[in-house]
Each structure stands twice: as C-alpha cells, then as structure tokens.
C-alpha cells in the first residue's frame, strides 16, 4: 500500500504533481482562525492539496480536525484566514456554478417536484428551455430516477432524496462535485447502494469529486487517494493513495490494510 506524506512545504509539490492549479483543485496554505469570544481558536493550519481533473478524493479525519471547516472554505460559503483555494484556475471567493455541493441532509424543496428540484439551478443560467429540459432528463436517466419525476420529496426514501440532490447538483455541469457526509442519514444498506451508484456516475461524466467523510471504510471504497486530516489545528497529516482496483470489495486483504493505515493514522487503532 503506498502512503504519502505531506507537510507544508510538500503542499506546492502536490500541486505541481497533480495539476490542481490549473485543471482541478488546489488548496494552498489554508488557514482559518475563528474568535470565540474567549480568543482566537485555529481551526485550520496550512492545509495543501491538489486534486486533479476527473480524480476522485476523499477527506477524512478525527473529530475536530476541521473537515467541515474546509469543505466549507473550499464551497465559498466562509473565507480562509489565509492561503488560497482555485478551482479549474479561478480562485474561490463565494459559491459558484463551477461547483456543485451536496449536504448530509437534502436540501430539497418540498413545494417542488424531483424534475423541478433537479432543473432549478438551470432555471438561473441563460440556456434555452429546451436544452435545460434536455438536462434534467439526462439527470434523472443517469440517478434513476425518471419514473419518480412529478414525485414530491415527501413521498421519496432518503436515498432517492440524495440523488435527486446529487442530479440537482450535476445539473449545471459544474467542475467539481463537493460533496460533505451525503450518505451520513441514510442506513448502512442504503449508503453501500449509493456509495456504488455514485460511483457509476463518476465514471460516466468524469467530474472531479471531493467527498468528505467520518467513514473510513468508505473512503477506501471511494476514493483515488485519501486526504487524512490531524486535529488542533486541523492540517494535512498525510496523503494515502489506495492502489486498489475497482470494484473493491471489504473482504480484500488490501483494502482491510488501507483502512487500517488510515484508522492508524486519525488514532482510530487498527
């Protein structure tokens, strides 16, 4: 299994090596300091890395290493303290379409149908009715979910709530898929079921995928390399590279070692 350690000064090498800077993304140097009203309290340390185009990477850490801090910097939903964050080139200052950004919880909107769900992000671009009606059939074709188009949210399980999010957010064509817990409310049978769907999916558009996590094992399912994540400050502990062909399955000797490294390395024991 291959580990790869980074520290501060290995951030712009990683950069280099994987071309976020221009094609994918790049986290350079990110610090945020929070004011808690008891002081300044350092959420996040001079965290780098890249993801290239198309690749597909996880984030995970121990509790309080300030995964959610990050995906929240990276989204342009808060500012870092300092260092920077460029997605296909163009830094991040807010919330752009050249992203797409997936929650734990659905963010649907109850009033609206699927097809109305996954279609309302188009609804704000200049492309022609047509060509976004086209669009929104593609993404409901591609999550499954064409049959359930005039269903309300209410009536969908919380797995066919998540990929209508997940449609919703492919919908635009964005750069980059972000994606924070998005399997964290559903059962375990669920989360396998959807960790394999998203992955087709994955492969079939090539997007860029940053998925953040608490699960270990998923993880390793997912991702082309795994970001992992120490705490107090949060910061780059080390970079794994999961050199395991797909489909993985859990019963793998390599995969148990991947998620042993990595439980080793957040101090979750073997």
């Known amino acids: 299994m291959a580990g790869v350690n980074r520290d501060s000064e290995a951030g712009d090498e990683s950069a280099d090596r994987y071309g976020g800077a221009d094609t994918g993304v790049a986290v350079d140097g990110v610090g945020k300091t929070y004011d808690d009203g008891g002081g300044p309290v350092r959420a996040l340390d001079d965290v780098s890395f890249a993801v290239e185009s198309g690749e597909f990477v996880c984030v995970v850490g121990p509790s309080g290493c300030g995964k959610t801090t990050l995906f ?57 009715q047509g060509e976004r009606e086209r669009r929104v059939d593609e993404m409901l074709d591609l999550v499954g979910l064409t049959e359930f188009r005039d269903s309300y949210p209410k009536s969908l399980s919380g797995g066919m709530k998540q990929r209508v999010a997940i449609a919703r957010s492919l919908a635009v064509d964005p750069e980059l898929l972000l994606m924070d817990e998005p399997f964290g409310a559903v059962d375990a049978q669920t989360r396998e079921m959807l960790q394999r769907e998203l992955l087709d999916v994955w492969a079939s558009t090539g997007k860029t995928v940053l998925f953040v996590t608490h699960d270990v094992a998923e993880a390793v399912t997912l991702a082309d390399r795994i970001v992992v994540m120490a705490a107090e400050p949060g910061r780059v502990a080390e970079i794994v590279d999961v050199d395991v062909p797909r489909p993985r399955e859990r019963g793998d000797p390599a995969f148990g070692e991947h998620v042993a490294r990595v439980r080793e390395l957040i101090g979750a024991g073997p």
Do not use: C, K
């Not at 303290?81 to 734990?104: C, E, L, N, Y």
């Not at 699927?114 to 704000?124: K, S």
């Open 72 to 128: 929240r910097v990276i989204a342009g939903l808060t500012g870092a303290t300092d260092g920077s964050v460029r997605v296909a080139g163009a830094p991040v200052t807010a919330p752009t379409t050249d992203m797409g950004v997936v929650f734990q919880e659905y963010h649907l909107f109850p009033w609206l149908t699927v097809e109305e769900n996954v279609g309302f992000g188009l609804e704000r671009s200049d492309r022609p």
